[in-house]
């Protein structure tokens, strides 16, 4: 299939800033899905509320639009009735980690086949600018306007604690990387998530003068740096990227299944 083919060209132009990042998440997700040659119809995907929740509308697959904060429940269903389908689900940072993060630690306990993709623009884009969990200590927002006192999730670390199978990350900026850790996370069995580091120009860039999409992103460059890299080891402030956890367990559905098997055999 061509790359226009996953598209609902339709519903175009988007919704997206100028510079927003998650359109360089949807054309990565898209070549993604297409180097695999996964068809339309072998793929659902889920998302909840928020500028990075719209990317399910663009995208010519089975999708679920659901409320904020609640896609990996819905999509724990989806997938336990359904199970051979391959399931995505595109999260915003708070989306994922605020009002979401209870399901996001228990569908990782759980290591549900699905693909989390978690797009941190360090801030709530739609509604207005407000700080999210991943915002981060002496960041403005428009609910802190003297700055956050917060600390920030780390995604990569809370993740990998809490039992997900796949962890990986990589920036809008890494394209290349993008696309590649998109296809390892789709095809691992298991729970995968995905961190994109992506930019704000609007909200995040305006009021904490990191300037424009461009520049943004070539920040994003120059702070991050390759898993276990010498300039990690002389600069450890940087942002590693790569994939941190890679590992094999039971997967919930096909244990599942197995349970309803022994009940059924009377066992």
Same mark, same amino acid.
């Given at each position: 299939?061509?790359?226009?083919?996953?598209?609902?060209?339709?519903?175009?132009?988007?919704?997206?800033?100028?510079?927003?990042?998650?359109?360089?998440?949807?054309?990565?997700?898209?070549?993604?899905?297409?180097?695999? !040659?996964?068809?339309?119809?072998?793929?659902?995907?889920? *998302? $909840?509320? @928020?500028?990075? %929740?719209?990317? #399910?509308? /663009?995208?010519?697959?089975?999708?679920?639009?659901?409320?904020?904060?609640?896609?990996?429940?819905?999509?724990?269903?989806?997938?336990?009735?359904?199970?051979?389908?391959?399931?995505?689900?595109?999260?915003?940072?708070?989306?994922?980690?605020?009002?979401?993060?209870?399901?996001?630690?228990?569908?990782?306990?759980?290591?549900?086949?699905?693909?989390?993709?978690?797009?941190?623009?360090?801030?709530? !884009?739609?509604?207005?600018?407000?700080?999210?969990?991943? *915002? $981060?200590? @002496?960041?403005? %927002?428009?609910? #802190?306007? /003297?700055?956050?006192?917060?600390?920030?999730?780390?995604?990569?670390?809370?993740?990998?604690?809490?039992?997900?199978?796949?962890?990986?990350?990589?920036?809008?900026?890494h394209i290349q990387q993008m696309i590649e850790l998109l296809q390892?996370?789709?095809?691992?069995?298991?729970?995968?998530?995905?961190?994109?580091?992506?930019?704000?120009?609007?909200?995040?860039?305006?009021?904490?003068?990191?300037?424009?999409?461009?520049?943004?992103?070539?920040?994003?460059?120059?702070?991050?740096?390759?898993?276990?890299?010498?300039?990690?080891?002389?600069?450890?402030?940087?942002?590693?990227?790569?994939?941190?956890?890679?590992k094999e367990l039971p997967e919930y559905c096909e244990a599942y299944?197995?349970?309803?098997?022994?009940?059924?055999?009377?066992?």
């Amino acid at each position: 299939m061509a790359v226009k083919d996953y598209i609902r060209e339709r519903f175009f132009p988007h919704i997206w800033c100028p510079g927003c990042g998650h359109g360089i998440v949807l054309n990565g997700l898209i070549r993604a899905v297409e180097k695999l !040659g996964v068809q339309k119809n072998e793929i659902v995907m889920v *998302s $909840g509320i @928020g500028c990075s %929740a719209r990317i #399910a509308g /663009y995208l010519d697959f089975h999708t679920m639009h659901t409320l904020h904060g609640r896609a990996l429940g819905f999509a724990t269903g989806i997938k336990l009735s359904r199970p051979e389908l391959k399931v995505i689900v595109p999260m915003g940072d708070g989306d994922a980690l605020a009002i979401g993060g209870n399901h996001f630690i228990h569908a990782a306990r759980r290591n549900i086949d699905m693909t989390a993709i978690v797009m941190n623009n360090r801030i709530y !884009g739609m509604t207005g600018g407000q700080y999210s969990p991943l *915002s $981060g200590y @002496g960041i403005l %927002a428009s609910t #802190a306007p /003297y700055t956050s006192v917060d600390q920030s999730f780390d995604i990569v670390q809370l993740a990998a604690a809490a039992g997900a199978t796949f962890v990986a990350r990589t920036t809008a900026y890494h394209i290349q990387q993008m696309i590649e850790l998109l296809q390892e996370a789709i095809l691992h069995k298991g729970f995968s998530v995905v961190e994109v580091m992506s930019q704000c120009p609007t909200y995040f860039g305006r009021r904490n003068r990191e300037g424009d999409a461009v520049a943004m992103l070539k920040h994003m460059q120059k702070i991050t740096t390759p898993i276990g890299s010498k300039a990690k080891a002389e600069h450890p402030e940087l942002i590693e990227r790569g994939v941190f956890v890679r590992k094999e367990l039971p997967e919930y559905c096909e244990a599942y299944d197995t349970i309803i098997r022994r009940a059924k055999e009377g066992k």
